[in-house]
């Protein structure tokens, strides 16, 4: 590896060419090349990558794909797929890609598939039994709700993907997910449920995180205060955890466990038995083929050459936008409404994988590693932030997602969304100049000293960039292949940064604080071990809490 990723010559070379290239508005670049979009785009499958609305050109892409060859991507994603340490700061494989594979993934010398294949299996058998009505409640009724309690990785996937595919619940039982701490997230969801029908998963890789296990207790006591025993929790309560003692130690029979693995990222485990609350929902089989969609895009990433592969297309245009174009935030705007959950999901994906400042090898970095990830779905963004996108003066970036067919027959509500779509995205490009601005308004007679004064705040700079995935129709195997698009593009990126996207050291002084804090809630004394500020907010808080 090159001593510093920004004096090397692929990035210089990338430099060099951002000053060309800054000059160019994207409407130019378009009127150039009347092949723009059939040059900047790529298909896989129903799926269909436009970067054509991006700053670049020919050159571009060849010195993006120079970089990715500099950095050794090619051989960084041969050691994920062979399964390598490569999370090395934790000292483990990443292998979510071994969760949706067919053929034998090793890790310290051993095949994982057996394994992956025994847990699925035990998720089938399970899944089919609760939605035939063999695993029953207490009152011998079948389950109607499911509440997987989790949080993080052990939330978001699970949340993103059942609302995602909505058009294909079973019926047969709804999803629920408390993962705040807040009182406010579990009593809400209880307060509709049956304790009679209601099955409860305890989701956590880790089984120690605080607001997970709170949760769970706080469950159990609501379980047991309504009509539930201790005897019949373990038809209730089914855990899915890499941490078997502690599972046993929180009162839930092993036999009632799922287990999962190390070499499992909690923000890449949707694919594990984190995934039962979504099986639960949209049937086993459905899951398979969420499964298979991600298995379509791990194969297509592992052997497709570079400038053909999604994921590291989608990669470099990021690493092109943030380290040389100076985007600082990226949203995520869906035309879909089952995408609602996607940008959150993609936030924690993109922001806990690769917000770090240091390289493998722990020295700081001199460039950016990442934007923050926000978004909303279509049309309701636009009538809330797309002004700033227009015409304020932050740089931003877009991501947008739409199916070509709903599965909601609504009048002409598609062709309509989609209409905002291809209306944002040319607008966002080509803007509005100063003398279209004019000729409109002369056009609707406004006297001249008016259209003076108006034009400036009508004008739109465009050249703002985007990329567009449209796709057939939101399936199982469609949103596999798009999630997994995603988590390796994040690869791509963090290959490129020379950092772990893996690990989340980030995460953990606020959790040591705050269970220090817990204690001193509890005092009936005058905090004064913290800065001013946090004394005198714990403080106010002592003095006006409800006890
Ligand atoms: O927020 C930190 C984190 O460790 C995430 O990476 C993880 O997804 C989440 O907490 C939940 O962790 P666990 O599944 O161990 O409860």
């Given at each position: 590896m090159i001593e510093s990723l920004t004096k090397s010559p692929a990035w210089q070379a990338l430099k060099s060419h951002h000053s060309f290239i800054e000059q160019q508005h994207l409407r130019v670049l378009f009127a150039q090349d009347s092949q723009r979009f059939e040059k900047f785009s790529v298909r896989f499958g129903d799926l269909l990558l436009d970067f054509s609305k991006q700053r670049v050109?020919?050159?571009?892409?060849?010195?993006?794909?120079?970089?990715?060859?500099?950095?050794?991507?090619?051989?960084?994603?041969?050691?994920?797929?062979?399964?390598?340490?490569?999370?090395?700061?934790?000292?483990?494989?990443?292998?979510?890609?071994?969760?949706?594979?067919?053929?034998a993934v090793t890790t310290e010398g051993s095949d994982v598939l057996p394994a992956v294949k025994q847990v699925l299996q035990q998720m089938e058998s399970f899944t089919k039994a609760v939605l035939h009505g063999e695993h029953r409640g207490y009152s011998d009724l079948p389950f109607t709700d499911v509440v997987n309690i989790g949080i993080g990785g052990s939330d978001l996937g699970p949340v993103m993907v059942t609302n995602a595919l909505k058009p294909y619940w079973t019926g047969k039982m709804t999803p629920h997910f408390v993962s705040n701490i807040d009182g406010a997230h579990l009593a809400e969801t209880l307060k509709s449920l049956n304790p009679a029908t209601t099955l409860f998963v305890i989701a956590?890789?880790?089984?120690?995180?605080?607001?997970?296990?709170?949760?769970?207790?706080?469950?159990?006591?609501?379980?047991?205060?309504?009509?539930?025993?201790?005897?019949?929790?373990?038809?209730?309560?089914?855990?899915?955890?890499?941490?078997?003692?502690?599972?046993?130690?929180?009162?839930?029979?092993?036999?009632?466990?799922?287990?999962?693995?190390?070499?499992?990222?909690?923000?890449?485990?949707?694919?594990?038995?984190?995934?039962?609350?979504?099986?639960?929902?949209?049937?086993?089989?459905?899951?398979?083929?969420?499964?298979?969609?991600?298995?379509?895009?791990?194969?297509?990433?592992?052997?497709?050459?570079?400038?053909?592969?999604?994921?590291?297309?989608?990669?470099?245009?990021?690493v092109w936008q943030i380290n040389f174009q100076g985007v600082t935030s990226h949203a995520i705007l869906p035309y879909d409404q089952s995408l609602h959950r996607f940008p959150a999901y993609l936030q924690q994906l993109e922001m806990e994988s690769n917000g770090k400042s240091v390289t493998r090898d722990g020295s700081s970095v001199d460039y950016s590693t990442g934007t923050v990830v926000w978004g909303e779905s279509g049309t309701n963004g636009q009538h809330a932030f797309y002004q700033l996108l227009h015409q304020g003066t932050p740089t931003v970036t877009a991501d947008f997602l739409a199916p070509c067919q709903s599965h909601y027959a609504v009048n002409h509500h598609h062709e309509l969304l989609l209409a905002n779509f291809f209306a944002q995205t040319e607008a966002l490009m080509r803007g509005k100049s100063a003398e279209e601005v004019s000729a409109e308004l002369l056009s609707q007679n406004y006297p001249l000293d008016e259209i003076k004064e108006l034009t400036p705040h009508r004008v739109f700079a465009g050249n703002h960039t985007t990329t567009s995935i449209l796709f057939k129709k939101l399936n199982p195997k469609t949103l596999g292949s798009l999630i997994a698009l995603y988590e390796h593009k994040v690869f791509v990126q963090s290959v490129i940064w020379n950092i772990n996207p893996f690990d989340q050291w980030g995460v953990e002084l606020g959790k040591q604080l705050a269970s220090k804090i817990v204690a001193e809630l509890r005092s009936g004394q005058e905090e004064t071990a913290h800065d001013a500020s946090t004394n005198g907010l714990i403080n106010y808080f002592k003095e006006n809490r409800n006890l």
């Open positions: 050109t020919d050159e571009t892409m060849k010195l993006l794909f120079q970089l990715a060859t500099q950095q050794k991507l090619n051989d960084w994603i041969a050691q994920m797929f062979r399964g390598e340490k490569i999370n090395s700061t934790e000292n483990r494989a990443a292998l979510h890609i071994a969760l949706r594979a067919e053929q956590s890789k880790t089984f120690t995180t605080q607001e997970t296990i709170a949760n769970a207790h706080a469950a159990r006591t609501w379980f047991l205060a309504h009509g539930g025993t201790e005897k019949t929790i373990a038809r209730h309560f089914v855990a899915v955890s890499t941490n078997r003692e502690a599972v046993e130690q929180f009162g839930i029979d092993p036999a009632n466990m799922f287990i999962f693995w190390d070499w499992v990222g909690g923000r890449y485990s949707l694919w594990s038995a984190i995934g039962l609350p979504i099986a639960l929902t949209i049937g086993m089989q459905h899951f398979y083929d969420l499964l298979s969609g991600a298995r379509e895009m791990d194969q297509h990433f592992l052997t497709t050459p570079l400038a053909k592969n999604l994921p590291v297309i989608l990669g470099l245009i990021g």
